[in-house]
């Protein structure tokens, strides 16, 4: 069917609100695009702007998704269905409901769950799935996305997110459930199970063995804001178990809001974020501001300088976390200790591993092939993880998830100021000392949004004029094109391109695999961060120029 003909297809049994909604409809380019195609369940499983239609985040769609996981579950684990999976949801609009919808369908088709009663982290989702042994977990988020979003995360038996290989066989059973109307939503209460408090209390207790001060670090005054998040309750308790007093919460932030009003949108990435917090860290003469995102995956952070505050990004903190922990460390590390990095992610902090002669492995972009390095080496002895990050603010210290965690991060990145701050340097005293060490690097990463169907096509053609030009005819400094989709090494085929440069830094070009976003990333080396940033100025703009794109 067309896109008017499944409109008109929904009218006909989708319930009152539905059917209110779509009736008030109008626009016919909104009709095509909220019906033009299914909403794409990927490896990030569904991530799209609330409403009705077929491509967009409803309860239609996201009871679609989950009796496509229903079905999967039991080609997969025909004998462990009673092992079941674990739920958890953010403070989005509509993440709660979504959230019990996917436990109606679940127990419905005869799969106990187990969900919380409460909005959680992701963090604690991923633990949850390993500590109860369950078949996998779904997590009701959109990250880091504006309000409009809404997403649905799908979890192995690990606790990571699904890999392409799995995501793929799955996909499969989602598509192959097309009659959205009579799929069966009647919740077997006797299969539910409601979690509390007592499951995070155990995640608390267990990220608290990657303190280096176990409950007595050196004084400092923190500012934190959760970005009306679930990051709140959890982040607060592991920060008080570690010792830290003087700990100030940003009240405008507080409260779980999914229309996060005070932010254009509650990204930890963008200074917009943190500006309350770094506003309310000059009045009290806060040493060190963090934020964490609506599912408490992700963690952003400034640091007082004189009288202001600089943000650290994220492949700042990445270095900076990773060099805490190995000179703090020095002991438990190994022939076997290793890290693990993305190919978008910047160099520095693989430097600083190198100097520690900790082993340096690289994934694809996103969490989920570190979760995946990280479960294949349980069964190595060569390797011992110790820290897994990535440039987009996502970090892991411990085996305890396999996703990336702001909250044991939030821990050690206040005993890291608080460690230097004893020592009378800030965090960027450190990132100074790292950069005349090892060479200045200017990361950075820049999107491009193209919504809807054209959109999308010409993030498509984007890529491949790209991967058919010669970069070096427009750079002339790239030296190398490394073309992930043809396949690198032993990593799974992905739409990267990544160009290495002569200066020993490079650029980088993939679609978002979350948003309708093309992004360039780059990490450019130079003698100080003059030269740096005016080769970053240049490569942006000869890019911007051929592909005819602005921010």
């Known amino acids: 069917m067309g896109y008017k003909e499944t409109y008109k297809d929904w009218l006909s049994w989708a319930d009152d609100s539905t059917k209110k909604e779509l009736s008030s409809l109008h626009d016919e380019k909104e009709i095509e695009d909220r019906f033009y195609r299914d909403l794409e369940f990927g490896t990030a499983g569904l991530r799209g702007i609330m409403g009705a239609g077929t491509n967009r985040m409803n309860r239609y769609t996201v009871a679609r998704a989950t009796k496509g996981l229903s079905e999967y579950l039991k080609a997969l684990y025909p004998g462990e269905l009673s092992r079941g999976l674990v739920i958890a949801y953010d403070s989005r609009n509509h993440s709660r409901e979504f959230a019990v919808e996917a436990a109606a369908v679940l127990t419905a088709s005869g799969i106990p769950v187990k969900i919380f009663k409460e909005l959680e982290p992701i963090p604690v989702l991923s633990f949850s799935v390993r500590h109860f042994h369950a078949l996998g977990g779904i997590?009701?988020?959109?990250?880091?996305?504006?309000?409009?979003?809404?997403?649905?995360?799908?979890?192995?038996?690990?606790?990571?997110?699904?890999?392409?290989k799995k995501a793929d066989v799955l996909t499969g059973y989602v598509e192959a459930v097309k009659d959205l109307a009579s799929i069966d939503d009647k919740a077997d209460e006797k299969l539910m199970t409601w979690l509390d408090q007592d499951v995070v209390d155990l995640f608390?207790?267990?990220?608290?063995?990657?303190?280096?001060?176990?409950?007595?670090?050196?004084?400092?005054?923190?500012?934190?804001?959760?970005?009306?998040?679930?990051?709140n309750v959890p982040v607060r308790k592991i920060l008080e178990k570690a010792g830290f007093r003087d700990v100030h919460v940003v009240k405008e932030q507080e409260r779980a809001d999914g229309d996060f009003p005070t932010v254009v949108s509650p990204n930890p990435?963008?200074?917009?974020?943190?500006?309350?917090?770094?506003?309310?860290?000059?009045?009290?003469?806060?040493?060190?501001?963090?934020?964490?995102?609506?599912?408490?995956?992700?963690?952003?952070?400034?640091?007082?300088?004189?009288?202001?505050?600089?943000?650290?990004?994220?492949?700042?903190?990445?270095?900076?976390?990773?060099?805490?922990?190995?000179?703090?460390?020095?002991?438990?590390l190994t022939p076997a200790s290793s890290m693990v990095k993305t190919v978008?992610?910047?160099?520095?902090?693989?430097?600083?591993?190198?100097?520690?002669?900790?082993?340096?492995?690289?994934?694809?972009?996103?969490?989920?092939?570190?979760?995946?390095?990280?479960?294949?080496?349980?069964?190595?002895?060569?390797h011992d993880f110790v820290f897994g990050y990535e440039e987009s603010y996502g970090y892991l210290s411990g085996t305890h998830a396999r996703d990336k965690d702001a909250v044991v991060t939030a821990m050690l990145i206040a005993e890291?100021?608080?460690?230097?701050?004893?020592?009378?340097?800030?965090?960027?005293?450190?990132?100074?000392?790292l950069y005349r060490r090892f060479g200045y690097y200017y990361d950075k990463s820049v999107?491009?949004?193209?919504?809807?169907?054209?959109?999308?096509?010409?993030?498509?053609?984007?890529?491949?004029?790209?991967?058919?030009?010669?970069?070096?005819?427009?750079?002339?400094?790239?030296?190398?094109?490394?073309?992930?989709?043809?396949?690198?090494?032993?990593l799974p085929r992905e739409n990267v391109l990544k160009y290495r440069l002569s200066g020993g830094g490079w650029m980088a070009i993939r679609p978002s695999g979350t948003e309708p976003k093309i992004k360039f990333y780059f990490?450019?080396?130079?003698?100080?961060?003059?030269?740096?940033?005016?080769?970053?100025?240049?490569?942006?703009s000869l890019l911007e120029k051929h592909f005819a794109l602005s921010v």
């Open 523 to 540: 990490s450019l080396r130079g003698r100080d961060e003059m030269e740096a940033l005016r080769l970053f100025d240049r490569y942006r």
């Open 416 to 433: 890291m100021a608080a460690h230097f701050k004893k020592e009378g340097k800030t965090l960027t005293d450190v990132l100074e000392d």
């Open 269 to 332: 990435e963008n200074e917009d974020a943190l500006s309350l917090g770094m506003k309310l860290g000059k009045e009290i003469g806060a040493d060190l501001v963090m934020g964490t995102d609506p599912d408490s995956d992700r963690i952003g952070a400034a640091v007082r300088n004189g009288g202001d505050f600089t943000l650290i990004s994220g492949n700042q903190m990445g270095a900076l976390l990773l060099y805490f922990l190995l000179s703090t460390g020095k002991d438990r």
């Open 447 to 490: 999107s491009y949004t193209l919504k809807g169907m054209e959109g999308a096509a010409r993030i498509a053609a984007i890529m491949d004029e790209a991967r058919s030009m010669d970069m070096k005819s427009l750079i002339p400094e790239v030296v190398e094109t490394l073309d992930f989709k043809k396949g690198i090494g032993d």
């Open 139 to 164: 997590v009701i988020t959109a990250s880091h996305n504006p309000p409009e979003y809404n997403g649905y995360k799908v979890y192995g038996e690990d606790g990571g997110q699904l890999v392409p």
């Open 204 to 231: 608390i207790d267990t990220i608290f063995q990657k303190s280096r001060y176990q409950g007595n670090p050196p004084p400092l005054k923190v500012v934190y804001t959760p970005l009306h998040g679930s990051g």
């Open 344 to 382: 978008v992610t910047g160099e520095l902090g693989a430097d600083v591993a190198k100097s520690f002669h900790v082993q340096v492995a690289e994934t694809l972009t996103g969490f989920k092939y570190i979760g995946e390095k990280m479960t294949e080496w349980e069964k190595d002895p060569s």
